[in-house]
């Protein structure tokens, strides 16, 4: 009964942190998409800039994924493929989120 808890815990941790990946990938969407054509006209050195600053919720958020990949990785069962499923769900999210982490 403690292994389906834990389940349960863990799907809820990877569904808000999956939630929150894809809300911050649509607010980013915007941006790239209104960015002038004269953008391609100035050299790639000039567009060079540092990586802005991580961002607090993006990294708590990455935290909490990779410590949710850790405990799914050292589960004591496999639940049916489920568990694989979530880790492979967790690496394309954690993908995401790090794209996130170095945007404006």
Same mark, same amino acid.
């Given at each position: 009964?403690?292994?389906?808890?834990?389940?349960?815990?863990?799907?809820?941790?990877?569904?808000?942190?999956?939630?929150?990946?894809?809300?911050?990938? @649509?607010? *980013?969407? #915007?941006?790239? +998409?209104?960015? =002038?054509?004269?953008? $391609? &006209?100035?050299? %790639?050195? @000039?567009? *060079?800039? #540092?990586?802005? +600053?991580?961002? =607090?919720?993006?990294? $708590? &958020?990455?935290? %909490?994924?990779?410590? *949710?990949?850790?405990?799914?990785?050292?589960?004591?069962?496999?639940?049916?493929?489920?568990?694989?499923?979530?880790?492979?769900?967790?690496?394309?999210?954690?993908?995401?989120?790090?794209?996130?982490?170095?945007?404006?």
């Amino acid at each position: 009964m403690k292994h389906i808890k834990n389940i349960g815990i863990l799907t809820v941790v990877v569904l808000v942190t999956v939630l929150l990946t894809l809300a911050f990938s @649509a607010a *980013a969407a #915007p941006k790239l +998409a209104t960015q =002038p054509a004269s953008v $391609a &006209a100035v050299p %790639a050195a @000039a567009l *060079a800039t #540092p990586l802005p +600053a991580p961002h =607090p919720e993006i990294r $708590a &958020a990455l935290d %909490a994924m990779h410590n *949710a990949k850790d405990h799914l990785e050292h589960a004591a069962h496999d639940f049916g493929g489920h568990r694989v499923e979530a880790i492979k769900h967790l690496d394309a999210a954690i993908h995401e989120a790090e794209i996130c982490d170095h945007m404006d």
